[in-house]
């Protein structure tokens, strides 16, 4: 059986999951200055590093949840609807079969609309 999958909407899932990575790296320096250099007196005070860094952590943690939440998605079961990744388990890495109905799967890339 095959499974037909968007171009666009895999395209748009994976830049969720790995653009929510790189905010998350973005933030990572702000809280290392929040934790070294501001102190009392400071131009930069603590209270104005962490609302940056919780401008920027908090969405990059919803982004990467959302985009393996979308990848998780559109790979399901064409037969059955199971998804076929667990959660941990990348999609590259996709089983030949579904493991609850036994349906041999054939994934197809394509941006035709169904």
Not at 9 to 14: I, T
Not at 23 to 50: E, N, Y
Not at 89 to 114: M, N, T, W, Y
Request: proline letters at 7%; one cysteine or more.
């Amino acid at each position: 059986m095959e499974l037909r999958i968007r171009k666009s909407a895999l395209r748009m899932a994976k830049i969720l999951y790995y653009g929510g990575f790189v905010l998350i790296w973005i933030a990572l320096p702000v809280m290392l200055l929040a934790v070294s250099h501001a102190g009392p007196g400071a131009l930069i005070t603590k209270a104005w590093l962490a609302k940056r860094f919780f401008a920027v952590f908090v969405p990059g943690c919803a982004m990467v949840s959302v985009g393996r939440i979308r990848q998780r998605g559109l790979y399901s079961c064409p037969n059955c609807g199971a998804p076929l990744t667990g959660f941990r388990r990348s999609p590259p890495a996709l089983p030949q079969s579904c493991e609850s109905c036994g349906v041999r799967i054939f994934v197809v890339l394509d941006d035709k609309k169904h």
